[in-house]
């Protein structure tokens, strides 16, 4: 069964209540789609596809008033959810997990660390460095099994991301985005995760804690080669989430001159 990223992100239910979705990732038709497993938790962006016809984050030099606007506006209005009153939300959560219980108060997801992927216009404006915004969505009762500075890395796993968490003392569901191809990765240029390539554990496990809050990475994408459309494909990356379907997202973005 195939599920868009937009109606998988509406349901976000516990995973006894939906099946995993399976797609593979292809040019054009079909492009949003999540590949996952029972045994994976998912992802979404943000600002989705501002057309149901082309699922594309585009922006121009020559119109980027004009368009940017739009996901501009899907920015802050998906930020908007998270301007909540901070004594519903335990402000000193310690960067581990523990089994809470639905009526203790969950952490504050601060969206302040995302830095200027929090701030107007969120690099859709000159000098365009477009923010893309991955959401983690509520995975009912899951905890992570993570990888630290200590852990056997995957073979697999992008040496960027390995040196990352070699250097980290902190403990997150890590994330990593690269071009979904070769040429892809030719023309996606350096991205800036913000604040850290991962979704820190302490948001871990959602039990249905009223008020919660899904943690974020922003990625700002410094220097995409103007007119190229680029495939861009993330991945999560826990001991329990099972590498042989690892669940990816996919979605493309392109600036033009």
């Not at 992008?158 to 990352?164: F, N, S, T, V």
Request: charged share 20%; glycine share 4%.
């Amino acid at each position: 069964m195939k599920i868009s990223i937009d109606h998988a992100a509406s349901l976000e239910k516990p995973f006894f209540q939906y099946p995993g979705v399976s797609s593979v990732s292809t040019f054009g038709k079909n492009l949003r789609l999540a590949r996952s497993t029972f045994d994976s938790p998912g992802i979404v962006f943000k600002p989705n596809s501002m057309s149901a016809t082309s699922p594309i984050i585009s922006v121009s030099n020559s119109t980027s008033k004009t368009r940017s606007r739009r996901y501009i506006r899907a920015l802050s209005d998906f930020l908007q959810e998270y301007q909540k009153d901070t004594s519903n939300y335990n402000l000193n959560c310690p960067n581990e997990y523990s089994k809470m219980d639905r009526t203790e108060k969950p952490c504050l997801f601060d969206i302040k660390s995302l830095g200027k992927c929090s701030q107007l216009p969120y690099g859709y404006t000159k000098p365009l460095q477009p923010c893309v915004l991955i959401k983690f969505n509520k995975r009912f009762d899951w905890i992570p099994e993570y990888y630290n500075y200590s852990s056997t890395l995957p073979a697999n796993m992008p040496i960027k991301l390995k040196k990352a968490i070699r250097e980290s003392r902190k403990f997150h569901v890590w994330l990593s985005c690269d071009g979904a191809n070769n040429v892809d990765k030719e023309h996606i240029g350096e991205i800036e995760y913000i604040p850290s390539p991962g979704f820190p554990v302490e948001y871990f496990p959602f039990t249905g804690q009223p008020n919660y809050l899904s943690p974020i990475v922003a990625l700002k994408f410094k220097n995409l080669t103007p007119d190229r459309l680029v495939t861009v494909e993330c991945n999560l990356w826990a001991i329990n989430i099972v590498q042989r379907s690892h669940y990816s997202l996919d979605f493309q973005i392109m600036i033009e001159s």
